[in-house]
């Protein structure tokens, strides 16, 4: 049951905050997957989003500012048992823990890694973020930001990720597919989770989130199948050679010219992730291979059991004795 | 020199080019050295480039070692015997030298083009420079040429077995035996057949050629004494070698695998080197993308339940501090080793300090205490690592370990401990109660203020920890003011409490009271050990510098002056007027190398005046 | 409370919901009395969360301000006056209440659901609770919006007008003038017309219900003493604004731009936010990935010419450690400001402390020291700024500048200095020679070790910096073991030399010489300042902590006691060990809030018992 | 004269090393195209690669491990009439200093990155590095390194990089026309740089940089030329539709599938990038946009300049008088 993993703990975010949202829908995904609590940790780093363990019932650390990834990774590789699952905003994540997520990643080490991105340092009360558009004002930057943004999306493919994929907060059905399939792959999954701060940043992505309009403005993908939306699936996905770009056609014209998503392309899912309107949701990219913590282990000449003791090794290459 | 003699102990520094194999050759020597009963202390000094131009003075890479009787704690002041290679090692060797000295000198070396590379206008060997000295020379890189000619190397393979030539004349000169190198060659060299013989055969053949009429003319045997060394089976060890078995061996004590997490950098990549070899000993090792993750890491592994470990020197160390603190506010075991060097910033990367005390200390923001460790010696980085792995288990903290640059490379015949002499460490127990887990996670050992090691994976026990301050009894977050002062003074408690387990303070040697005691730490201990020995003065030595044996005020308040030579601008002092409020006389060296020990002996003899 | 009376200060405490406008309504209000010729100091405390649920008592936001004839300098200890908004306001406030204090409550919020969100199970203003205080209720969400009514208003955009009707009674209360407010709202709100004309009725409806019949009945006015302050232009400052206009003005002294490049962290925030504002006058503000990041860059800019600045709050600062040696290390100007907060790690990111002195006298790897200077005031804020900038210029090395969570938002009235009174900020001269430019660029004054300032784009002056160690005299790079003692000493002298530069320490008030005197730094200045007033002993302040000025253990040696009151477990005490070896007696308190009067009072009462 | 820009120092790099060619390189590049010495600063990490700066007459900041991109750019910040060029290696560029190269490249700071990779740490003695491939065996990996290696060229282009360019240590010819091309370039320019470590990682780089293979291994990119090499420009690069990838094709036959190198094609760069043999040499990928300090200036509202004194700020929204 959901409610399992609820914990004690008086929820502490705004009212109305996006977070709620994804709460809910994880502890809903690891009820569905009859995930072990006890063997589901939560790491997560400073900022809202960062709060994040407190409110489920799993082991959970909350750490410093940026640094969530690099302690998962310690603690994935001393338990890869465990289910660690870190959760990170796009300040914390992208701005000053962009190094730790980038190593994660080409390390593909197995974290399941939930980045909320609501463009916005919630915590600090509101300055621009790494993923703020251009011209956005907020106190630190009250003429409007001049820093080009980054995109979550295609850094992460820029960091040889494995699993990339999309989720809008208050889209419990879309949330739900995709955590149950990030909770299922082996390696690094990361999400980005359009998150809405209804302080700093509120309705940031409303022009495709409004559930009213979401089904012409959301591209939801599933492996191997025509790349359709619309109220009607009337609408598709192009790839245009001369423009090398992807754009929308009428899919009751031109069904065949629609591309059938294939996860394992990174050529596309690169193209998916620039794509505007519709903005894609979905697992967007997969490519499964070898996890560190496997490759680590199978390396490992003990699989780090102790199979000698010191006295094997203190002698080192030579010794004498003194009577 | 005392040539023809026996004598007590001796100092010889090999120098030559980086690519002359000068590390190897002192390394072999010290070893062969301590088959024969002598005891020794090693000084590697090779320079700041990967491979510094041939013949050049920065390029010159040296081996510095004191044999002897016993007990041999520093690698020696003056060189009495120096072995170069080629002009720009005796350029930059000579200074060191006190009149009298034996120099051998590779003849061969001394070309017009070397000569001029390593800045000498005229020959030193005709010039008068070396009128002060005893020279010795040979061909030898020719005679070792022609010693290994029938093997058929090239003419740079059969060059490079010229150190081993040079080795088999220097342990003629002391009458060594040659087996040990042989078999060391032997393994080493065990899929090389032709270079295996080779270096054998020069060996044997410049061990050959100091025994012939023309070298024993001027150069004759030398008997050292035999050390009084404790009866035991003995190694040779360097710092890195002896920590890395210690993290290994503290696993084994706690019966828990080692997570080591670090990041490459000067001096102390050794140990991680080291522990990538001790995987089947439960050693995992984890080459970070920075410092920063790589402590990260280490807690990580610590909070998933292996003994998270990290290391680095100063300017990563300083990268660390924050994450420090988040151990300290989690209350989670670690174990950061500091191999200290020269500073500030990036500053003198190869060459020794004690400067980062300040920080291991009072670096950190907020109150942040946390023990501080030392370790003196490169055999004592061995029992300092358990120690520093038991504190952080039964306390629940990170600790900090100093050792520095000397010590991470310097050898020395060390005493293979018997490890069932060292108590298992043990992990403060979950206590059994109806009380929440959070509760449970945090509720400390009465004496130690440890709290329990919960794990994820263990069930029943969930959870949460973090670096917000927390209730002193639940361990929820807490943001009631009398609650941070409760959790302030714990925290400060905790570390005091460290001294209550800790072996009290000796006295190394020297008289209970008196007029001086000179009080040092790490890696002085070396020549402070002899130059208190030769003037009779006491000599307090710490291991522990946070918290301080309990007794070490009363110890130093028998003394009138407390001498404090420190390899640092007067950071223990700081420390002793700070916890014990005690004047103190710091003496200090900041040039990237060790003391000398008569340098310490005039500042207590200028002491002694002033008494 | 002594109503009905001239009093000579008050305190007054204004608690709600954090969407109930209380800091706005504080600030307000300590203006209007400010204008009126009071003497004021304000605390504003508000809670961790963003926007915490509505009612809860972790969701109180509280403004207390202290205000009368000066000098205040302390928000105060026990509130006299409490207006509480809601349940949750009057349960978090009430324990700081003394007997007798006068409570104003907001009736209409005192609805069951709200008492529960209080956790009170009985309704306080019935069940005896109150019994001890005065107690006056009013409807005050109720009245306001029948007095915004005409203008249309939503509910909830009517309701927010309710700050300022409560703010028109507390000014009849006080007698005080509407104006500056009115003035303040049309202003602020001089695009929505409507917002305004509803504010403006709300405070004038206040006002007037405050003073009919019914209410003056239970609440009568105060008057208040004038504050004796000295004659001039005064206006109302935080720590923030005053840092912020201290940069620029050190900015203009030195004829130079401000490049200020930081990283988001409270309370260190309002720095970065202020400075935004202030581009007109050659300030850059620029909002890096990280601390590090944020170090660099303003090591960059100040490469480049610049004063490069930064700041951040401890765990911030701890990640810029490695980046000051560089600075120290290639002799750079560059200003760090610490906002502090409470540790460690995380810890109490909203609450104040001073706990980061070790991390800035001592918490750098290598010997590499620097200047550390605090601010005691709000006000005090901008001349350190200039002080700290001027010494970064003249002697080419980072300054370290201490504040804390305290000074970053409270306000006090500050009186606007002259600027022609500050003298221009100088750089070092480049040596006209025909030396190398390596050697020029670090030939340091003589006095102040300090180098020239030479940046890129400099015809002629092309050089090369760096983290290594460098020669004492030409710059180039230096492995020299006796150079590294030279420049360690240099490094040493440098910053001792600032001392020579500086006022001399100077008694803030009571005797030169006796058995007590009080010791403080930072912003426990307000409290100690009261409580040495009104016990007599005396009082002595510090600015300048690395180097200490040199008179100070002169000063102190002429006391008895050194009792030293700090928001930490007691590093100042270190500091004076350290530097001055003299015996001090801590006084800590690490709850995150500041020390009131009374507290320190009573310490020096029970110290005097002891004398 | 290139000699005009040789420092009084010492050379210290290992006999034989790439770094000297690189340096050589650099010196000719700045002499062609005379950039005046005074306005011309190196800032440099730490590493082998990092001590460039001593080498060159012109400024040179050798800064600290991973931090010269934020150096460099308080200093372009700070004066944006220098040229600013930052000389990093894998580990201080792709390891510790992940971040700010990211951060630098979003914001598109107008710094000339040179990223000398020799898929090693050269001067902490040999340990495996970022872009060191799976299995190599150095002192920190003595049974060969498990990490997955990050991708340089994708890295950059993740963050949003608007210059990417690709050069060998020793090709004279081909490191020239790049350097000039970087020289010219607004914002941030990146090239790669693949330097042979041979005490370390001797020859890593073999099998396209020999230069008797090199016409064969090498595909030097031209803006608007067809992607042509071998040694008679008889081979080309082709796209397949089908596989999403590229191919080598016979020119001779198939010119007219050969394609034409686009800089301004992101997708195309990627799969370059990816090309193994040929490797693709030369400017990858080029879209200029406005520089950092440009836009910074361009939206300050005094350029930096001081329009006001402090005297006009420091009343505040109010002040009184007290007589
Ligand atoms: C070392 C350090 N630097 C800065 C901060 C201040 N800080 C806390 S959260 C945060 C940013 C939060 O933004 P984001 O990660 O997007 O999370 P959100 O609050 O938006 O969910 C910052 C800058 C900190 N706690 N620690
Ligand atoms: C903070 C810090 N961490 C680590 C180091 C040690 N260190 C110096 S250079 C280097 C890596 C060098 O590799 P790379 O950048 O590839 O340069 P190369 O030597 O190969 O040219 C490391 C780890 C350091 N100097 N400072
Ligand atoms: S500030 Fe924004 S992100 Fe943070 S809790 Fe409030 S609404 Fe959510
Ligand atoms: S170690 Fe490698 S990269 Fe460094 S100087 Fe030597 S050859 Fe060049
Ligand atoms: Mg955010
Ligand atoms: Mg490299």
């Known amino acids: 049951m959901p409610k399992d993993f609820a914990t004690s703990q008086e929820v502490r975010w705004c009212p109305g905050c996006g977070d709620y949202a994804i709460l809910k829908a994880v502890q809903k995904a690891l009820a569905d997957v009859g995930a072990n609590p006890a063997n589901t ?35 994935k590789l001393a338990n890869p048992e465990l289910d660690v699952w870190v959760v990170t905003g796009d300040g914390d994540g992208l701005s000053i823990g962009g190094n730790h997520l980038m190593h994660t990643l080409r390390r593909n080490v197995g974290l399941k890694v939930l980045l909320f991105n609501n463009e916005i340092y919630g915590l600090t009360k509101g300055q621009y973020s790494p993923t703020s558009r251009i011209g956005t004002t907020s106190p630190s930057s009250p003429r409007g930001s001049v820093d080009a943004p980054i995109s979550p999306g295609q850094f992460v493919m820029g960091c040889g990720a494995h699993f990339f994929a999309r989720g809008v907060d208050t889209d419990k059905v879309g949330m739900s597919d995709v955590l149950r399939q990030v909770h299922a792959f082996t390696g690094t999954a990361f999400v980005e989770i359009f998150q809405n701060c209804i302080v700093y940043n509120e309705d940031v992505f409303a022009n495709f989130t409004e559930r009213k309009t979401a089904a012409d403005t959301q591209l939801h993908l599933k492996h191997g199948e025509p790349m359709l939306f619309g109220e009607n699936n009337d609408k598709g996905i192009r790839f245009n050679q001369e423009t090398w770009s992807l754009e929308v056609v009428d899919a009751t014209d031109s069904l065949n010219e629609v591309l059938v998503h294939d996860e394992g392309n990174a050529i596309v899912a690169r193209l998916l992730i620039d794509l505007h309107l519709p903005v894609a949701m979905g697992v967007i990219y997969r490519q499964p291979a070898v996890s560190f913590e496997d ?18 090794f203190i002698r080192g290459p030579s010794s004498w004795t003194v009577d | 020199m005392n040539r023809n003699n026996d004598v007590d102990s001796i100092v010889i520094r090999l120098a030559g080019d980086s690519g002359d194999g000068i590390q190897l050759m002192g390394s072999q020597f010290a070893v062969s050295t301590a088959l024969a009963g002598a005891d020794f202390a090693t000084f590697p000094d090779y320079p700041a480039e990967i491979r510094a131009p041939v013949g050049t003075t920065f390029g010159v890479s040296a081996y510095q070692i004191n044999l002897g009787g016993g007990p041999i704690t520093t690698a020696g002041d003056a060189p009495e015997v120096l ?38 206008d005229t020959d030193p060997r005709e010039d008068g420079t070396l009128n002060d000295f005893q020279i010795v020379t040979a061909d030898i890189s020719h005679l070792n040429l022609e010693a290994v000619k029938e093997f058929g190397l090239s003419k740079s393979e059969g060059g490079r077995c010229k150190n081993f030539y040079a080795l088999g004349m220097l342990l003629w000169m002391f009458d060594r035996e040659l087996e040990s190198v042989e078999a060391w060659i032997s393994r080493r060299l065990a899929d090389q057949a032709t270079m295996r013989d080779a270096n054998i055969r020069a060996l044997h053949a410049g061990h050959a050629f100091a025994e012939t009429a023309e070298m024993s003319a001027n150069l004759s045997q030398i008997q050292l004494a035999e050390a009084d060394m404790e009866p035991g089976e003995y190694r040779s060890i360097t710092g890195a070698e002896a920590l890395a078995l210690g993290l290994a061996a503290a696993g084994e004590l706690a019966k828990t695998q080692v997570m080591f997490c670090s990041y490459p950098i000067t001096p102390a990549s050794p140990l991680l080197h080291r522990l990538t070899r001790l995987a089947e000993m439960g050693v995992g090792t984890f080459q970070a993308e920075d410092e920063i ?27 660390k501090t ?35 005390l300040y920080q291991a200390v009072y670096g950190r923001n907020a109150d942040t205490p946390l023990p501080v460790l030392s370790a003196s010696t490169s055999g004592e980085c061995f029992e300092m690592a358990i120690e520093a792995t038991r504190i952080a288990i039964r306390h629940m903290t990170p600790v900090i370990l100093l050792a520095d640059g000397y010590l991470s490379n310097a050898a020395e015949p060390w005493r293979i401990p018997d490890m069932a002499a060292f108590e298992p460490i043990t992990k403060n127990i979950v206590p059994e ?24 994976g263990m069930p029943d026990l969930l959870h949460r920890i973090g670096g917000l301050e927390k209730d002193v009894e639940t361990g929820h977050i807490s943001y009631d003011p009398a609650n941070h002062q409760r959790m302030t003074d714990m925290r400060a408690a905790k570390i005091d409490a460290v001294a209550e387990f800790i072996d009290d303070q000796r006295i190394e040697h020297g008289p209970d009271s008196g007029d001086i005691v000179v009080v040092g730490w790490g890696s002085t201990y070396g020549p402070i050990y002899q130059a208190t020995r030769r003037t009779g003065v006491s000599f307090v030595h710490l291991r522990h510098i946070n918290p301080l044996p309990r007794n070490l005020g009363e110890i130093l308040g028998r003394f009138d002056k407390i001498l404090m030579p420190e390899m640092n601008n007067g950071q223990l002092s700081t420390v002793l007027r700070d916890k014990l409020c005690m004047e103190t006389l710091p003496f200090s060296k900041v040039t990237g190398q060790p003391f000398l020990i008569r340098e310490i002996v005039e500042k207590i003899e200028s002491l002694r005046g002033d008494v």
């Open chain 1, 41 to 75: 940790a939560f790491v997560s780093g400073i900022g809202c989003a960062a709060r994040f363990p407190y409110y489920i019932e799993t082991y959970g650390f909350h750490t410093i500012h940026g640094r969530a990834p690099a302690i998962a990774t310690g603690l």
């Open chain 1, 295 to 312: 490759a680590f282990y199978a390396h490992h000449p003990s699989r780090m059991e102790r199979k000698k003791s010191i006295t094997d």
């Open chain 2, 83 to 120: 072995v170069a290679f080629n002009p720009a090692a005796l350029k930059v060797s000579l200074p060191l030298l006190d009149k009298g000295a034996l120099i051998l000198i590779n003849n061969d070396s001394f070309t017009a083009r070397n000569l001029v590379k390593a800045g000498y």
């Open chain 2, 293 to 319: 993750a790589a402590i990260c890491a280490a807690i990580g592994a610590s909070y998933g339940g292996m003994i998270g470990v990290t290391s680095s020197s100063g300017p990563g160390i300083a990268l």
């Open chain 2, 322 to 356: 924050e994450a420090m603190g988040l151990a300290v506010s989690a209350e989670l075991p670690l174990v950061i080793v500091n191999w200290q060097r020269g500073g500030p910033s990036t500053g003198l990367p190869t060459k020794t300090e004690q400067s980062d």
């Open chain 2, 433 to 456: 109660s109806d009380d929440s887990p959070q509760r449970r996670a945090f509720t400390r050992d009465e004496k130690s203020l440890g709290r329990p090691w919960v794990t994820p």
